[in-house]
Nanobody, 128 residues
Framework: QVQLVESGGGSVQTGGSLRLSCAVS????????MGWFRQSPGKEREGVAT????????FYADSVKGRFTVSADNAKNTVFLQMNSLKLEDTAMYYC?????????????????????WGQGTQVTVSS
């Protein structure tokens, strides 16, 4: 059974940093795409960052480029999202998702429908 568990969310002031983790079980990260998504109340879920764990390629939404970094520790089956210079608009529930790499190549690495396994989410709240 595939399970994704996010952690590391919390409350932070603007300009601060948080590091999210996603522990994956029942699924090998050897050739997967691992995505981070976020969703605010009343808004659609949007792709934030993706890493292809086989080759290490990464993709980012324009809104987070230069501030967020996605990485993976394949040996520990864990994916991370380092978030720096946080802004008020980064406030959201953050979700980790996984899929076989081919699905992301076909549908896009930051597209919700590329992914078939999802975590429960971790809340990030940025305040001034």
């Amino acid at each position: 059974q595939v399970q994704l568990v996010e952690s590391g969310g919390g409350s932070v002031q603007t300009g601060g940093s948080l590091r999210l983790s996603c522990a994956v079980s029942g699924y090998s990260l050897r050739s997967a795409c691992m995505g981070w998504f976020r969703q605010s109340p009343g808004k659609e879920r949007e792709g934030v960052a993706t890493i292809f764990t086989g080759g290490g390629s990464t993709f980012y939404a324009d809104s987070v480029k230069g501030r967020f970094t996605v990485s993976a520790d394949n040996a520990k089956n864990t994916v991370f999202l380092q978030m720096n210079s946080l802004k008020l608009e980064d406030t959201a529930m953050y979700y980790c998702a996984s899929a076989a790499a081919d699905r992301c190549y076909l549908n896009g690495p930051l597209v919700v429908r590329s992914y078939n396994y999802w975590g429960q989410g971790t809340q990030v709240t940025v305040s001034s």
